[in-house]
């Protein structure tokens, strides 16, 4: 695991959930696509969230780090309001969001856009440092450092992007469909590294909000699950108590 995130010591109030929506509405112009969404995510937890395509799952994340709009309602972070922040200012208040489809820059190596990941910071060396250290603790992503973006498997491609949203030292990590696309061989390999990933940040009072259409991959790491339908919340529960009979009765509601 990188080194632990600075800003776990500067938490605005250290009892307060890593992250917190309360009657949030969320979504793109004059479109609004997830209606009173409230829910929170404690240290060290793992949420997942489920639902069919078009739920609003990724429209939620976004509001969450500026990439759509917070039209109602608040979203805070260690306490602290970010409502309506922009993308940088969320990077730079510990908020890392791995998206859809990884991102990469085909023509960098592996290594030049895991390093891209602590733009938000000022320690250069320590960036280096992580950098070096995230391909050398993994052996599956060792051989990635000095390969192109472009020519990786979708799973070594999701190994890296992974990789970029630690560098940031994030306190809350955001992944949206990690297993999209994936061979199931690669499924596992990227979900060992999430699971290694939230273990991390727990240490050090952070957590992980996963968004995920593989429900096996995602109950057999998270602490709970919250369903979306229709941009509303219409379940919540320990994933212990959630068997995937219940889930497919929930997506066709």
């Not at 990724?58 to 990439?67: A, C, E, Y």
């Not at 190994?159 to 994030?170: E, M, N, S, Y």
């Not at 061979?183 to 590294?193: C, R, W």
């Not at 109950?219 to 699950?225: F, G, M, T, W």
Request: proline share 4%.
């Amino acid at each position: 695991m990188l080194g632990a995130s600075s800003r776990a010591a500067n938490h605005d109030d250290l009892e307060a959930p890593v992250l917190a929506c309360t009657d949030a509405n969320i979504g793109y112009g004059d479109s609004v696509i997830v209606r009173d969404l409230t829910l929170s995510v404690g240290a060290g937890e793992v949420l997942a969230v489920l639902g069919p395509n078009g739920a609003g799952k990724t429209t939620f994340l976004n509001g969450v780090v500026g990439l759509a709009q917070v039209t109602a309602g608040q979203v805070r972070l260690h306490g602290a309001d970010i409502t309506g922040v922009s993308p940088e200012q969320a990077a730079a208040r510990g908020i890392a969001y791995v998206p859809q489809g990884r991102w990469l820059f085909a023509y960098a190596t592996g290594s030049m856009n895991v390093w891209s990941g602590g733009y938000p910071r000022k320690d250069r060396g320590e960036v280096d440092a992580d950098t070096r250290r995230f391909f050398a603790e993994s052996d599956a992503a060792r051989p990635l450092a000095r390969r192109r973006g472009g020519v990786m498997s979708g799973g070594q491609q999701q190994l890296v992007a992974i990789g970029r949203g630690l560098t940031a030292r994030p306190s809350l990590l955001l992944l949206d469909e990690p297993s999209l696309g994936l061979a199931p061989i690669a499924i596992g390999s990227v979900f060992t590294k999430i699971a290694e990933v939230a273990a991390g940040l727990a240490r050090t009072g952070g957590a992980v909000v996963l968004v995920e259409q593989n429900v096996t991959a995602a109950l057999n790491i998270a602490h709970r699950v919250c369903v979306l339908s229709g941009g509303a919340i219409i379940h919540e529960a320990a994933a212990a108590d959630v068997s995937r009979a219940q889930l497919a009765a929930l997506y066709l509601l």
